[in-house]
């Protein structure tokens, strides 16, 4: 099926596992829960293409044109995104590994709601990660993603803009969160020991039975705009600075 013609189509549920499909023109075609898996789209055209909760575990997108395109809910387990274009794709619910998801920052994609559930950015430093992690020009957009049960420790979240996103027992030890927003942030759960928390925005952020003993140039005005902070841990000192604050 090599330069298979289907722009426009509706290919709703179709099964093309394991289908050779390079240089195909899927171009604003519907590929709504599509079984793509293992699957050869080398060079294929999927500008505008609606693929949502489509299959694409193990398929080649190598050089594939994506911009545009609609990926929410995919899971992209050993998908390789080399040289993919994928600027303006919108990746909502999208299952990414650190590596693709560097890549899709790079062809400024839209990761708003991105999943990143159980992913293990632990001193996430250096590497393909750190460009995400740290932008000076730019806050990077990740508002809604979740990010529950991930590893983050020691990673650098600087400027990350992560507003109503779910941290939910997410490990963020020694993370650092300065100029992060995590306004209505679900942060339930979530350990920030050691955290720099210098000018975070926590304004609504849940932070019922959160760990932030230890936690860096964070001030009671901070916590006082997050709600469930009742519940969560802080040192001995700022516990009492914190109560004797005023409202």
Known sequence: MEW??????????INLRNANLKNANFKKAILIEADLRG????????????????????????????GGATLKGVDFKGVDLKDTELEGVLFKGAK??????????ENKADLRGVDLRDVNLKNARQGPFKNILKSEEEKVNLSG????????NGAILTRLDQSEGKYIGVNLNGADLSN????????????????????AELSNADLSNADLSG?????PE??????????????????????????
């Not at 990414?96 to 920052?105: D, E, F, P, S």
Request: zero cysteines; a negative charge; hydrophobic letters at 40%.
């Open 4 to 13: 298979l013609e289907a722009k426009d189509a509706d290919l709703t549920g």
């Open 39 to 66: 699957s050869d789209l080398t060079e294929a055209d999927l500008t505008e293409a609606d693929l949502t909760e489509a299959k694409l575990e193990g398929a080649k997108l190598e050089k594939a044109k994506l």
């Open 96 to 105: 990414l590994t650190i590596v693709q998801l560097q890549k899709a920052h």
């Open 145 to 152: 993603a979740n990010l529950s049960g991930a590893k983050l």
């Open 180 to 199: 992060a927003d995590l306004s209505n942030a679900d942060l339930s759960g979530a350990n920030l020991n050691d955290a720099n928390l210098s000018n």
């Open 215 to 219: 936690a860096k140039e964070l001030t």
């Open 222 to 247: 901070q916590v006082r705009q997050a709600k469930n902070w009742e519940s969560a841990t802080f040192d001995p000192e700022f516990r009492k600075e914190l109560d004797n604050a005023e409202p």
